[in-house]
């Protein structure tokens, strides 16, 4: 019995660890191109070119950091199949969508920028 509830435990915490990993990478790409994608215009538009003219130095980096994110996370979930813990499907959704807008947000930065402008612009 306690074998069991120790088994659910450690796939409660591979599960969080991989939507951690998943977040944190959303969050990087988000700080990645807030040089050119200004969040809540209207609301922070001075703050937010401050932290675009800060974060624009920083970008590589960050991008870098959210592949890496992103790696660490399909890592997670291919470990979790390995010792026959099923991930979550919160999870495997956060992953995949995360993976996804990262490769996006480094293959077409300012099309998206200019894609989300128009749309919060009207």
Not at 68 to 74: A, D, S, W
Not at 89 to 113: D, E, G, N, Y
């Amino acid at each position: 019995m306690t074998i069991k509830r120790k088994e659910q435990g450690a796939n409660r915490q591979r599960s969080t660890r991989t939507i951690l990993a998943s977040l944190a990478a959303l969050g990087g790409v988000v700080l990645a191109s807030s040089c050119c994608l200004p969040l809540a215009p209207f609301l922070l538009a001075a703050g937010t070119a401050g932290s675009s003219a800060f974060f624009v130095k920083f970008r590589p980096i960050l991008l870098a950091a959210s592949v890496l994110l992103i790696g660490f996370g399909f890592y997670q979930s291919w470990r979790a199949k390995q010792c026959n813990c099923q991930p979550s499907l919160l999870s495997a959704i956060l992953l995949w969508a995360s993976a996804i807008l990262v490769l996006l947000f480094i293959l077409f930065p300012q099309a998206i920028a200019n894609l989300l402008a128009n749309i919060l612009g009207g």
